[in-house]
């Protein structure tokens, strides 16, 4: 499959400062792509260099693998994006500010407008001034305005920021279902982590504006973790897994025994206790966070 | 790719929508009325205008009579002697500014008003998108800068020339109900290879407006530069309202003394000065002004459209 992004070697100077070091990473069609980073750590920067804002120092951000600095308006064509927060002409309504972007691409017919306005779920105050909306609301609108021209790169910049539980409930199913149904690439910027797993296929941590680690959802429950077991007799079991591993660290806790084995080894371990004759009640697999991921590779809450 | 006319028509959208648009229409309708009630309640009808005249035609051969004329006004001069003795010849009263025609010429002036609000207007097009945030998502469609930011310009232009009509019209209908339309058939007076012809009034007050309008153009395409530049509304009709009104001034002071003064702006916005008065420097010609003009437009729109385009969007 042809990637609908990709960045190659991307870097951003501002001044003597280098705030995008070599960034380099492919978006495809039918994922969701989060784009994860502290504070300052280079997504806005980097959004809006794909999206053609900024100037791009050296390297290059192809998009249906067309570059955007040689030819920006063929390039620019398919993608829809959020840069940051969604500002919108506050003296127009939503729809008049629908209609501005309508205008800018050709083929959006009335009817589209019509149908995006229900989608994001503006019917109602979709011919107010924007000036009376509510965050929300506003994000709302700027979803529209992203999805107006059936873009098949999606960009959002911090989409949920602002919206209530039902609303980024909402948005997510639906940009999940773009993704699978319609075959969308979509970029996801965001602070919220549980979000993010819930929403994202794939993963791309950033740091100081250098790319910290690429990781898929299903990656990241493999990885090295810990396992809760719930056995009888305890005092027992914890003898007979210190003399298979003995340099594992094992926690007794209230619900059974927790211990770090890699995932490949579980079965084992499990024939192991069996063949003791202790009995086993359950095992749990404790798959890391992402949030728990995310400090790791960042090292905490450190900004640039 | 969208049309130059679509982002035409979104431009303005955005201009017509404001409150603060409306508010400058009601303000140049108000200004027509004030014009014109002030006009008439001020105006001291001459008792006897070929009196009147005769005295400036005296007046006029003895500035002529005198040794050290300088050509140019010499030139004006006698036109204008020629001019006013057609008046006497064929009985043709000089257009006092209490009627129809003579309010219309004045209204004119109400052009430096429309020039202000063209730069209201012109410098907000670019700095209000930076201000508001809505420059990034005006820039991420398929639509080049360039393509942009013409569609601001000739925006802000018509905006300009619908505020004109908008002053011909209220003009016409507030000088017609306040000074009648007796004298709609008075012809004006120029002077053409050495003759003095009649013409036709309306055709004057169009090249009056016309004239009037080089300040208009060059101030909103000095206000657009501005704003692309420095991306700040306030700077940028400051700047240009500030040398909108004391420009000339400084202008003339400048030319009193220095020669390359000819060489500013706005030495040479006033082209009525080759039409019915003298040169601000010896040796300026309609040419060489119009020359001079064309050489600031194309350096302020060059300038605006290099920085505008190659400027990394941070707003
Ligand atoms: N115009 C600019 N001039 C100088 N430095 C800048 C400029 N814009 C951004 N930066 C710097 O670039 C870095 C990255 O900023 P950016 O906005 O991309 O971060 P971010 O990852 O989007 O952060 P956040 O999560 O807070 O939105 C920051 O250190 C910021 O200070
Ligand atoms: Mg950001």
């Known amino acids: 499959m042809n990637p609908l992004l990709q960045l190659k070697n991307v870097r951003k100077d501002i001044g003597k400062k280098t705030i995008i070091h070599d960034l380099s990473l492919e978006v495809f069609p039918g994922e969701v792509f989060g784009f994860l980073g502290p504070n300052g750590a280079g997504k806005t920067t980097t959004i809006r260099m794909i999206v053609g804002l900024m100037g791009i120092t050296s390297g290059d951000v192809l998009i249906n693998g067309i570059s955007i600095q040689k030819d920006f308006e063929k390039a620019i064509q398919h993608v829809g994006a959020i840069v940051e927060n969604p500002e919108m002409y506050k003296f127009l309504t939503g729809y008049q500010?629908?209609?501005?972007?309508?205008?800018?691409?050709?083929?959006?017919?009335?009817?589209?407008?019509?149908?995006?306005?229900?989608?994001?779920?503006?019917?109602?105050?979709?011919?107010?001034?924007?000036?009376?909306y509510s965050l929300g609301m506003r994000q709302r609108l700027g979803l529209a305005q992203a999805l107006l021209h059936r873009p098949s790169l999606l960009i959002l910049d911090e989409p949920t920021n602002g919206l209530d539980p039902a609303g980024i409930r909402e948005i997510r199913d639906y940009l999940r279902k773009l993704a699978k149904e319609e075959g969308l690439g979509i970029i996801v910027s965001s602070h919220l982590l549980s979000e993010m797993e819930?929403?994202?296929?794939?993963?791309?941590?950033?740091?100081?504006?250098?790319?910290v680690g690429i990781e898929s959802v299903q990656e990241l429950s493999k990885q090295a973790q810990k396992v809760l077991l719930t056995v009888k007799p305890v005092e027992q079991a914890l003898t007979v897994i210190k003399n298979i591993y003995p340099h594992m660290n094992i926690t007794s806790a209230k619900q059974g025994i927790e211990v770090s084995i890699d995932y490949e080894e579980i079965p084992s371990l499990n024939a192991a206790l069996v063949s003791e004759n202790i009995k086993v009640y359950g095992i749990q697999v404790l798959t890391k966070s992402l949030e728990e991921r995310f400090l790791e590779m960042t090292g905490g809450n450190e900004i640039a | 790719m969208p049309s130059i006319l679509s982002l035409i028509q979104n431009e303005n959208m955005k201009i017509y929508r404001r409150i603060g648009t409306w508010f400058m229409i009601a303000l140049l309708a108000l200004s027509t009325l004030a014009g014109a009630l002030i006009t008439k309640a001020t105006h001291k009808e001459p008792k006897n205008w070929k009196a009147e005249v005769a005295s400036e035609i005296k007046e006029m051969e003895a500035q002529l009579s005198e040794?050290?004329?300088?050509?140019?006004?010499?030139?004006?001069?006698?036109?204008?002697?020629?001019?006013?003795?057609?008046?006497?010849?064929?009985?043709?009263?000089?257009?006092?500014?209490?009627?129809?025609?003579g309010y219309l010429v004045s209204s004119a002036d109400i052009?430096?008003?429309?020039?202000?609000?063209?730069?209201?207007?012109?410098?907000?097009?670019?700095?209000?998108?930076?201000?508001?945030?809505?420059?990034?998502?005006?820039l991420i469609r398929s639509a080049s800068r360039t393509k942009i930011l013409l569609s601001k310009y000739i925006a802000a232009l018509l905006?300009?020339?619908?505020?004109?009509?908008?002053?011909?019209?209220?003009?016409?209908?507030?000088?017609?109900?306040?000074?009648?339309?007796?004298?709609?058939?008075?012809?004006?007076?120029?002077?053409?290879?050495?003759?003095?012809?009649?013409?036709?009034?309306?055709?004057?007050?169009?090249?009056?407006?016309?004239?009037?309008?080089?300040?208009?153009?060059?101030?909103?395409?000095?206000?657009?530069?501005?704003?692309?530049?420095?991306?700040?509304?306030?700077l940028a009709v400051g700047l240009a309202t500030f040398a909108l009104f004391a420009g000339p001034q400084i202008t003339t002071l400048l030319a009193m003394k220095f020669d390359w003064a000819k060489y500013l702006l706005f030495a040479n916005?006033?082209?009525?000065?080759?039409?019915?008065?003298?040169?601000?420097?010896e040796g300026m010609t309609m040419p060489f002004s119009m020359m001079m003009l064309l050489i600031y437009f194309v350096i302020f729109n060059a300038l605006t459209w290099f920085i505008f385009r190659k400027r990394d969007i941070a707003a």
């Open chain 1, 97 to 132: 500010n629908l209609l501005h972007y309508a205008r800018m691409t050709k083929g959006v017919t009335k009817e589209r407008i019509d149908e995006v306005v229900k989608l994001v779920g503006l019917e109602k105050r979709i011919h107010d001034k924007v000036k009376t």
């Open chain 1, 198 to 211: 819930m929403m994202c296929d794939r993963f791309a941590i950033i740091q100081h504006g250098r790319l």
């Open chain 2, 67 to 101: 040794e050290k004329v300088p050509k140019m006004y010499k030139n004006h001069l006698e036109q204008q002697l020629k001019i006013n003795e057609y008046r006497l010849e064929h009985n043709i009263k000089p257009v006092a500014s209490n009627t129809f025609w």
């Open chain 2, 111 to 138: 052009i430096a008003l429309i020039t202000l609000f063209t730069i209201i207007v012109a410098a907000g097009s670019v700095a209000n998108e930076f201000s508001w945030g809505t420059i990034k998502l005006l």
């Open chain 2, 159 to 234: 905006f300009a020339l619908c505020m004109l009509l908008l002053l011909f019209v209220f003009s016409s209908v507030v000088g017609a109900i306040v000074f009648g339309i007796e004298n709609i058939r008075e012809p004006y007076l120029a002077y053409q290879n050495g003759t003095v012809v009649e013409k036709s009034m309306l055709l004057h007050v169009m090249q009056v407006y016309a004239l009037n309008c080089v300040d208009l153009v060059m101030m909103t395409t000095f206000a657009f530069m501005i704003s692309a530049v420095f991306r700040n509304h306030s």
């Open chain 2, 269 to 281: 916005t006033d082209l009525t000065q080759y039409i019915d008065g003298t040169p601000l420097v």
